[in-house]
């Protein structure tokens, strides 16, 4: 079935950039995603990339789409303690009424 | 506020116990989905809604879980004779059919099975 892989933490200073790494394997995928999760929250739905794009910028988030070794990043500019969270990659096909396939989430941590 | 709503945001219960929760999508979304996240991992899917047409559900939808959507509006999730595997969060999701591919999620029913 399909997978979707990331690491499981991620630590940074503030006024750094992060960047977090998914890798999947699913080649029918259409949309990728990124999530934010917050303790105790729901998810937050931060960018998502159509898969004949290999890049998207929104404001401090950039998304880096390799399709050929189905590689997706997201990279946080000026990074802020407010960023602290989960970050999950998500990916959808063309099944299952597009149900989202799910990474185990990137713990980002934020030092002052 | 017209973003999906969950209730109850917390239910405590005993193992053997029936429990059930409501998700309420943003109303011009046509599809609802139900996801399980347990504690360190990312959502899984259990199943979704097209109108009140149940589509699909996944193999982890046991036979002590059930979920309807009789009129296409609000969804429940109920599950039978709770085992304390079950405790997790329970994620709701809405979008529409067509066109904006992104689901929104609303805030979880956090189940802790006693």
């Known amino acids: 079935g399909e997978d979707v892989e990331q690491s499981l933490f991620l630590s940074v200073r503030e006024g750094d950039s992060s960047v977090i790494n998914c890798t999947y394997t699913?080649?029918?995928?259409?949309?990728l995603y990124w999530y934010k999760q917050e303790p105790g929250a729901g998810l937050q739905l931060l960018t998502y990339?159509?898969?004949?794009?290999d890049m998207k910028q929104d404001q401090r988030l950039t998304v880096l789409l390799n399709k050929k070794d189905k590689h997706l990043s997201l990279r946080i500019a000026d990074t802020q303690t407010g960023d602290s969270a989960i970050y999950f990659c998500?990916?959808?096909?063309?099944?299952?009424?597009?149900?989202?396939?799910f990474g185990g989430g990137t713990r980002l941590m934020v030092k002052p | 506020d017209t973003g999906v709503s969950q209730d109850p945001r917390h239910k405590i219960t005993k193992r053997g116990q029936n429990v059930t929760f409501r998700c309420d999508p943003i109303?011009?979304?046509?599809?609802l989905y139900w996801y399980r996240q347990t504690l360190g991992q990312g959502p899984e899917f259990l199943t979704y809604?097209?109108?009140?047409?149940?589509?699909?559900k996944s193999r982890l939808l046991s036979d002590r879980f059930s979920a309807e959507r009789p009129k296409g509006s609000f969804s429940t999730l109920e599950i039978q004779r709770t085992e304390q595997g079950d405790s997790a969060m329970y994620l709701c999701?809405?979008?529409?059919?067509?066109?904006?591919?992104?689901?929104?999620f609303g805030p979880g029913t956090r189940l802790l099975v006693l």
């Open positions: 998500a990916e959808s096909g063309p099944n299952a009424g597009n149900m989202l396939t």
């Open positions: 109303s011009e979304h046509n599809r």
């Open positions: 990339i159509f898969s004949n794009m």
């Open positions: 999701a809405s979008r529409t059919s067509v066109g904006q591919e992104t689901q929104y």
């Open positions: 809604f097209q109108n009140e047409a149940q589509l699909e």
């Open positions: 699913d080649s029918s995928s259409t949309y």
